[in-house]
């Protein structure tokens, strides 16, 4: 039995979490789930946006489910606290097209420092805000890059950086790079300013097989990537560290279609199977991830950021009549 922590949050957080588990209980697996609060929601009621219950929780299981929450400016970023509290040092971002083979690379972020450290200040007449990288968060981050790019039988692993006018902290991380290249000696590496890198992205993606970059820059690629699959209803992630996990999709709470039943479930699903795949259930994610395709290729069933009428309830079921 895995205890999994769940986090619906706010918005369509809570619209895709709930067929997500309705998903997850139709498989056959085993799975005590546990619900926790965080969010503006929760801030209202508890005037914390991410209480010590929940975090206690998410550390107590075998991994946690998070749906999205709305920021909100008196209290630090729930998702980022929870990251740092549980170590989750990588952020992996698969960008796979059903329809496109151009399309499928994997964005790794790093998911500690940056400018997400929460170091900034307020010195009256001018704020600031410090971009922290140091050696062992890059040199930790790009050799998971490597591994994964290893173990998913991929040929390239290239790094998003700004080097040029940020030589002390974008050269660090450039660094490390080409530094743990070396130890992976049949996979190319190479590198590109991300400026030039989002263009590449549009222009060219099929050159991409594995991007590793720093926080803020992975975070802005992840949402040009929603772009380039047509949706960031799309898209899942994988929050990893040494000992847990937490899986959410790369969207926010999306104030502009909550309380609709319009979201798209796929990002969250997704990513509930990029959770099974942490957990040793390869087959069951696999399953469910063919089901997804299948659906998107036959394009009868899509909700409207895939320019359909469906609604958030109607791709669950369809979801589970093929389970
Ligand atoms: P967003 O990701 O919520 O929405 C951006 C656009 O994508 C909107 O037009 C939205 O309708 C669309 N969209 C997002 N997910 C979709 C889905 N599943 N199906 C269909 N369309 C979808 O980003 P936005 O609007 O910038 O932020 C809204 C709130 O979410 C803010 O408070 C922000 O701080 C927060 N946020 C939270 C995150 C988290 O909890 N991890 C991540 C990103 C933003
Ligand atoms: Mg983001």
Redesign the pocket.
């Known amino acids: 039995m895995f205890k999994i922590t769940t986090i619906p949050?706010?918005?369509?957080?809570k619209e895709?979490m709930k067929p997500t588990l309705e998903i997850l209980e139709t498989i056959n697996a085993q799975f005590d789930f546990i619900p926790q609060e965080a969010?503006?929601e929760c801030f209202k009621k508890y005037g914390t946006n991410l209480p010590a219950e929940t975090i206690n929780s998410c550390k107590n299981s075998d991994s946690t489910l998070?749906?999205?929450?709305?920021?909100?400016p008196e209290q630090k970023?729930?998702?980022v606290t929870l990251r740092k509290e549980l170590d989750l040092y990588i952020n992996q971002r698969p960008i796979k097209s059903y329809t496109n083979p151009n399309i499928n690379f994997t964005i790794i972020r790093e998911n500690s420092e940056g400018l997400y450290s929460h170091l900034e200040e307020d010195y009256g007449n001018e704020s600031i805000a410090i971009r922290k990288i140091t050696h062992k968060a890059s040199e930790r981050i790009c050799d998971y890059a490597f591994e994964y790019a290893l173990k998913t039988n991929q040929k390239k692993v290239t790094a998003a950086h700004k080097a040029n006018v940020l030589p002390l902290t974008d050269g660090v991380f450039k660094k490390a790079f080409y530094n743990m290249s070396k130890k992976y000696p049949n996979l190319t590496a190479n590198d590109y300013y991300i400026d030039a890198m989002a263009m590449y992205l549009i222009t060219n993606p099929s050159q991409f097989d594995v991007i590793v970059t720093t926080n803020l820059f992975g975070d802005i690629l992840s949402?040009e990537g929603?772009g380039l699959l047509g949706?960031?209803?799309l898209i899942p992630s994988a929050n990893i560290g040494k000992n847990n996990g937490l899986f959410?999709?790369?969207?926010?709470?999306?104030?502009?279609?909550a309380g609709l039943n319009?979201?798209?479930?796929?990002?969250?699903v997704l990513s509930s199977c990029l959770m099974l795949e942490f957990l040793n259930m390869h087959e069951e994610a696999k399953n469910i991830q063919n089901i997804i395709e299948s659906i998107i290729k036959e394009g009868k069933i899509k909700?409207?950021?895939l320019g359909g009428t469906n609604s958030t309830q109607d791709m669950c079921d369809e979801i589970i009549r093929k389970l």
């Open positions: 949050g706010d918005g369509i957080g895709v969010g503006a998070f749906g999205a929450v709305t920021s909100i970023s729930a998702i949402d929603g949706s960031l209803g959410e999709p790369v969207h926010g709470s999306a104030p502009d279609i319009k979201a798209n479930p796929i990002a969250m909700t409207p950021d």
